[in-house]
């Protein structure tokens, strides 16, 4: 025999001799591994033995929904799939290294010993990672090229430019790095030309060219070019992805879809954020903005999803917003000529109060506002600040009736918060903040008689209190009057600490700044406001919320959770300093985990939309624990202990969400009665993994004390 067969021969033994070792040392730990009659459990093994950090999925198509369990693997490859229904389920490994594993066909109860295959390539590999992995590829102009002396606009700072391409604008509607975006539909052509016709696709094409090409000056085209261009030749991530570690391997998720694959979602609600275990087990629901006026509802426990069609006042036109015109700019790759979203209600966000009630922010009308609202009204808010017009309103749906009712606001709505005593406290009113007293509404029905609104005043007098006749928000600071400002609330929090409501204001210009209003005495004669701007290098705030002692956390464009904390100031409060720049000590920054764009310092290309915070521990991860959306991470992030802790969805890929909620289902059962509810935000679900024809999705994530907890 030839020495290179005798090479060839030991080569082959050697590989055979570990397979029979790792199958060995496989079928040993799957005796360590105990479930019950409604789990699946087993051992993953590689090529050198067990595989630590990796993924074990679940998926069965038996029910009304798509249902897929993923689990994490344990340092000795050891797994646990809990909890699951009855049903028939493919089973298969993914992980950071391999290619996703061949299926295997199983049910609960059962021990499955899996094998993980290799990738072949680190080509092959990159296919898994997140989308921040690729999306971080894209060059950013070096400062110089910014202040007007080349293409890029005057006033186009370089924290324009990321907020713009982040969580602003492109990575506030669609996540960014994923299969179908790092790619270019053949049809549309390659380089700048390609980028141009792909983002005049759809019905939102001039909303999306405004920004590139207007606000941006068209320069975003040649890097968004370089970058896929880029990667068509075969370039790869800089950097690559870690397998999970500590409490990220005791993660559970369930996802099941819901709506069409047509229409998106932004929101859901599960539960009322002030007590948790309010409608336990009990139905989900869902906003779908300017996608479809027929609001979801899953049912959890059954795995059935249906909607209902909300209605509006006759003669109430279609929501056409910026992102939602009547017909297609251009043809879509996906869907043509087909307009597909067709909403009036424009339906955003939902909240439940304590008694399962759904309150929505949706149109009930056209924009034009009833007489009680404008110039000349006795209304008591009217006679300090009229309004002429709102394009968005309220609704409440009751699940026990099936009654839904249109709440008339003055004021536009986006975010919604309950605070302590029942009061529903709006963001979206733009040059004012609005809020109803439920209460008063459900007894009386009354919405005129119900509602209240504030212009955002500043106490730059120092005198404690609100005066009439202050400056408007265009005329300077006069140390002798109080002064108005437009901070118009995105997120909008009610502190339980002390009464206050604090909202994030600037989303769509400058650095940003959240903003604390105290409604007073007399509401809203009384209401004061705060400012307290974002300071340099950070910016681009968006959705915030706040814990129980009062410090607000929020997402930043520039790859940070951002946190304040009023406490911590130690100038005034008010007088003529006190107008946003003047407690830069109160900021604290926490940047998110992933890598970030080369060549501007150290930073993450996490481009986050909101962050929540988890009061009551529904995740089990501990009371207060801020979180966010990781947009790019395809799951949510938390910040426990100081470190960046990731809650993937490993499946499918492309997971984008721009909002979620705790729910308690059972306060005595451990980890199986707590748990994060979300929904895919993403407004293409059609670029997930998977393709045409994906619904969005719903997810559960929980957090187990160990992997192999059942």
């Known amino acids: ?300 426990v059954k795995n059935r999803a249906w909607s209902f069609e909300a209605p509006t006042m006759p003669g109430t036109d279609y929501a056409r917003a910026g992102h939602a015109k009547a017909e297609p700019v251009a043809p879509s790759a996906y869907w043509g000529d087909e307009a597909i979203w067709n909403s009036r209600t424009s339906n955003h966000n939902p909240m439940l109060d304590e008694a399962g009630r759904v309150w929505y922010a949706a149109r009930v009308r056209n924009d034009a506002n009833p007489d009680f609202c404008k110039k000349g009204s006795d209304h008591p808010s009217a006679k300090l600040t009229s309004l002429e017009k709102s394009d968005r309103h309220l609704a409440v749906y009751d699940p026990k009736t099936r009654d839904y009712k249109f709440v008339n606001t003055c004021f536009s709505t986006h975010h919604l918060q309950f605070d302590r005593n029942g009061m529903l406290w709006t963001s979206g009113g733009r040059s004012v903040m609005g809020w109803l007293d439920t209460k008063k509404f459900l007894e009386t029905g009354d919405a005129a008689a119900s509602q209240y609104w504030s212009a955002m005043v500043l106490d730059t007098n120092g005198n404690g209190k609100r005066d009439e006749g202050y400056v408007g928000p265009k005329d300077k600071v006069d140390p002798s009057k109080d002064k108005r400002v437009m901070a118009g609330f995105y997120a909008v929090m009610p502190n339980p600490a002390d009464g206050s409501v604090w909202g994030t204001a600037g989303v769509f210009g400058g650095r940003g700044m959240i903003v604390r209003v105290v409604p007073g005495d007399n509401p809203p004669a009384t209401t004061l406001t705060e400012i307290f701007k974002v300071p340099a290098p950070y910016f681009g705030v968006r959705g915030g919320d706040i814990d129980k002692n009062g410090v607000v956390w929020v997402s930043l464009g520039s790859g940070h959770m951002g946190s304040f904390d009023r406490r911590k100031c130690k100038g005034p409060l008010n007088g003529p300093k006190a107008t946003g720049d003047h407690c830069p000590e109160g900021w604290s920054f926490h940047k998110y985990p992933g890598p970030g764009f080369e060549g501007i310092g150290d930073n993450s290309a996490e481009s986050s939309y909101y962050s929540w915070v988890d009061q009551h521990n529904t995740a089990g991860l501990g009371e207060d624990v801020p979180m966010s959306t990781g947009n790019l991470n395809d799951g949510l992030i938390a910040l426990k202990d100081g470190r960046m802790v990731t809650l993937r969805v490993p499946y499918p890929m492309g997971f984008y969400a721009k909002g979620f909620d705790g729910r308690i289902d059972d306060p005595n059962a451990g980890w199986k009665g707590r748990g994060l509810w979300t929904t895919s935000g993403d407004r293409t679900p059609w670029l997930m993994e998977g393709g045409k024809g994906s619904k969005p999705l719903v997810v559960h994530f929980q957090v187990r004390p160990d992997p192999l907890a059942k």
């Not at 001039?206 to 890097?223: F, I, N, Q, R």
């Open 1 to 300: 025999m030839s020495r290179s067969r005798i090479r060839g021969s030991l080569a082959r033994l050697a590989v055979s001799t570990m397979a029979i070792v790792a199958l060995g040392a496989g079928a040993a730990q799957a005796q360590d591994v105990a479930i019950d009659n409604d789990d699946i459990g087993g051992v993953v093994t590689g090529p050198s033995g067990p595989e630590a950090g990796v993924w074990v999925i679940a998926e069965s198509e038996d029910f009304e929904t798509r249902f897929i369990k993923a689990v994490v693997t344990d340092d000795r490859g050891r797994y646990v799939l809990p909890d699951l229904p009855s049903a028939n389920y493919q089973i298969w490994v993914r992980g950071y290294g391999l290619v996703d594993s061949p299926k295997r066909r199983s049910g609960p109860g059962r021990i499955v010993n899996l094998t993980a295959v290799p990738a072949p390539d680190e080509a092959t590999a990159a296919q898994y990672y997140p989308a921040i992995y690729w999306y971080s590829m894209m060059k950013v102009p070096p400062k110089e090229a910014f202040g007007g002396e080349g293409d890029i606009p005057q006033g186009i700072a370089q924290h324009d430019w990321l907020a713009n391409l982040k969580n602003r604008s492109c990575v506030g509607c669609h996540q960014l790095g994923n299969l179908r975006t790092r790619t270019i539909p053949h049809q549309f052509g390659t380089g700048e030309d390609g980028w141009m016709r792909r983002t005049q696709s759809g019905q939102a094409g001039e909303s999306m060219t405004g920004v590139l090409a207007g606000k941006l000056g068209g320069v975003p085209y040649k890097y968004l070019a370089d970058w896929t261009d880029r990667v068509a030749k075969g370039e790869l991530p800089h950097t690559k992805p870690e397998r999970p570690q500590g409490v990220e391997r005791n993660v559970v998720v369930t996802v099941r879809d819901w709506l069409t694959p047509k229409h998106y979602l932004h929101d859901l609600i599960s539960t009322d954020k002030r007590n948790p275990t309010v409608n336990a087990n009990g139905l989900l629901y869902g906003s779908p903005e300017f996608s479809t006026d027929h609001l979801p509802i899953l049912d959890p």
